[in-house]
């Protein structure tokens, strides 16, 4: 998967493509959804092994929130997860606060603590 930069595109959203690029070069290249499945559990879908498993049960490395370039209600919220199932890396991406779907707000709270701090230095 390749996120080449756009040159056109603002810097805010750049900011995003930075991180995901960063994620990428650590090994996170997939990116995990909210399950579809309402079951009232708080799961989140492998693209990989198509499976579902509970948010809680996912390894977190790090996490970061990406305050939005024009709008401070629009922040995005970027976790670097590890597949239960079969252990393939990617990331999580969700708006953050009241921007967030209630399934999205369910899986950012069931997930564990991040292991280690980002692996960069936001400013
Ligand atoms: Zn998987």
Same mark, same amino acid.
């Given at each position: ?7 056109? $595109? ?6 995003? $493509? ?13 990116? @995990?959804? +909210? ?15 198509? +499976? !579902? ?5 996912? !390894? =977190?490395?790090? &996490?970061?929130?990406? !305050? ?20 393939? =890396?990617? +990331? @999580? $991406?969700?708006? @953050? ?9 369910? +899986?950012? =709270? ?10 960069? &230095?936001?400013?």
């Amino acid at each position: 998967m390749n996120h080449d930069p756009d040159p056109g $595109i603002p810097s805010g959203a750049l900011q995003l $493509i930075e991180v995901l690029q960063l994620a990428e070069a650590n090994g996170h290249a997939t990116e @995990f959804e +909210v399950a579809a499945d309402a079951s009232g559990h708080d799961c989140l879908w492998c693209p990989y092994c198509e +499976v !579902e498993s509970s948010a809680s049960s996912y !390894e =977190r490395a790090w &996490s970061l929130r990406l !305050e939005g370039a024009s709008d401070p209600a629009d922040m995005l919220h970027v976790s670097a997860l590890t597949c239960p199932n079969c252990a393939t =890396r990617g +990331v @999580f $991406i969700a708006p @953050f606060g009241p921007a967030a779907s209630q399934r999205q707000a369910s +899986v950012l =709270r069931a997930l564990p603590k991040a292991q280690c701090a980002i692996p960069l &230095s936001p400013d």
